[in-house]
Nanobody, 123 residues
Framework: QVQLVESGGGLVQAGGSLRLSCAAS????????MGWFRQGPGKEREFVAG????????DYADSVKGRFTISRDNAKNTVYLQMNSLKPEDTALYYC????????????????WGQGTQVTVSS
């Protein structure tokens, strides 16, 4: 079992930055592939970023490349999403998720999900 709790969301102006955190607990937290997903109003949940257990492999959606950075601290069982140059279209509920031993871009392959943290970007 892995329990995930996101934090760090909020209201920010376009061009601003936020850092999301996902605190993981449970016996497999530090050996799980991790991903960040988001779901905007009236939209389907979409992949944002993923990171391998070691942190050496990272992947991003095209829409956030160059602006967002995923990282993890396995000693703290925490995954981060640094979001810079935010745009109104980044407004969404952001979720972190854990699965197996490698990340995936497919939401349906994840075993554990957090409750989400809201990010709102004003223009």
């Amino acid at each position: 079992q892995v329990q995930l709790v996101e934090s760090g969301g909020g209201l920010v102006q376009a061009g601003g930055s936020l850092r999301l955190s996902c605190a993981a607990s449970g016996r497999t937290a530090s050996s799980s592939g991790m991903g960040w997903f988001r779901q905007g109003p009236g939209k389907e949940r979409e992949f944002v970023a993923g990171i391998s257990v070691s942190g050496r492999t990272r992947d991003y959606a095209d829409s956030v490349k160059g602006r967002f950075t995923i990282s993890r601290d396995n000693a703290k069982n925490t995954v981060y999403l640094q979001m810079n140059s935010l745009k109104p279209e980044d407004t969404a509920l952001y979720y972190c998720a854990a699965r197996g031993d490698y990340y995936s871009t497919e939401a349906g392959t994840y075993d554990y999900w957090g409750q989400g943290t809201q990010v709102t970007v004003s223009s």
